[in-house]
Structures are given as structure tokens and as C-alpha cells.
């Protein structure tokens, strides 16, 4: 099974949009649908307004004892309550590239106690990080969310907190697509 993915903003898919907030900088053209797809695209489908290229890979900042905690307690995407998505695209500004692996670490967690907050918000919320600055794309990530309706609130909460820390200051682009598992109706 390959890593790439590809984020096809149309009119298909199993998620339908029901929002899309730009909350830094341009945001994305509104469809109706994501389809996303466990492969890398090589030409737009049509009626696709957008694509956006991903790939799934190792951790690059979690230490040994965050990987274990993690581990105990995240759940897996999927899951047939988690109703609700959040892709959010991310990219981040020249400062944070130029920066050295462990000044990042440092903001990332030390300062920004990333992983520390999200922590609170699971088993509740699951995620998967994409990466994408190696494909070229316009965004560095795109991260994934997933959780029952009743967590929505706590989620905007875990939002907030998250872009008051010190890493957001050098956040560049940042879009909310925000989806719900669309129903098939079966005859
Ligand atoms: C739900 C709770 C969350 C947890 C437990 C969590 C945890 C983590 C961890 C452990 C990493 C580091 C992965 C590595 O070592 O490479 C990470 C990276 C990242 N997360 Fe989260 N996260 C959460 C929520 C969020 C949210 C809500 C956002 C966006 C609004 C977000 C955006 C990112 C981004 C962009 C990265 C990559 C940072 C970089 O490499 O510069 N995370 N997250």
C-alpha cells in the first residue's frame, strides 16, 4: 500500500463540506465534496476544483515517552460515531524551515506544548498529520480530524488553544475544511 494521498475537493467523496474557513491567508474554492484517496493523482479529475498531495510518514518530533503515550491512547480514524472531519492545510513561513531540527522541537514543544495539549483532547479526537512540502505543494501538511458531533465544541476549544501558542507565529496559510460523513442510501 503506497503513503501518498491525494485530498480531491469536488463534487464526490464520502465527505461532505459543510464549511470552509480561511483563518490565515488565502483559503480553498468551496466544493461540495472531499474525496480523498489513497494514491497520488497525477491529473485533476474533472469537476474537481482541487487537489491537494499528501504523504504519510515517520514522526519527526515526538520523543519516546510521547510516542507511548500516544500510542496507549489515540484512537484509529474510521470510526463509525467519528462523523465529523477537519482537514486543515498548513504551511508554514521561511523563519520555521530556516530553523535548525531542535530550535523547532523547542517551539514546537517546549514552548508550544503541542503534543501536551492535544493529549487532552483524545481519545475523543483522532488524527492523522500528512506532509506535503516535499511534494511542492502550496501547503506543508495537511492534518486530519475525526470525532462524533458532540465533540465539536471541544475541538474549536483545542483550536484556540493551539493557535495561541508561540508555533502559530509562524504559520503563513491556514484553511479549516470542515466535513461530515455524507450517508449512502441503499435501495
Ligand atoms: C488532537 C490532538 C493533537 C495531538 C495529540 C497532536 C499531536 C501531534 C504530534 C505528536 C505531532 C508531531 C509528530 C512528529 O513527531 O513528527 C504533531 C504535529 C503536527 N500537528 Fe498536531 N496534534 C493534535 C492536534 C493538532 C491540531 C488541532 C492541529 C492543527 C490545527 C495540528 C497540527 C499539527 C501540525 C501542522 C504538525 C506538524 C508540525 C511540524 O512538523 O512543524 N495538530 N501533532
Redesign the pocket.
Known sequence: MTNRYSFIGGSQGSWQVTDIRSTVGNGLDVVDRVNVVNAAITESPTNSMWVLQSFVSN????KRN?ITM?RAV?PSLNRSEAVVAVL?P?K?NAQ?WDMAQDE?RAI?EEQSH??AV??E??PE?A?Q?HHCRDLGEPFD?L?W?EFAPEHTQAFEE??RR?RDTKEWDYVEREVEVWLHKAVEFKM
Open positions: 514522526v519527526r518530533y515526538a510521547e500516544l489515540q486543515i498548513i508554514k520555521w523547532r514546537f503541542h503534543t492535544g493529549m483532547y483524545l479526537v488524527r498529520l501538511f492534518t480530524f483545542l483550536l493551539m
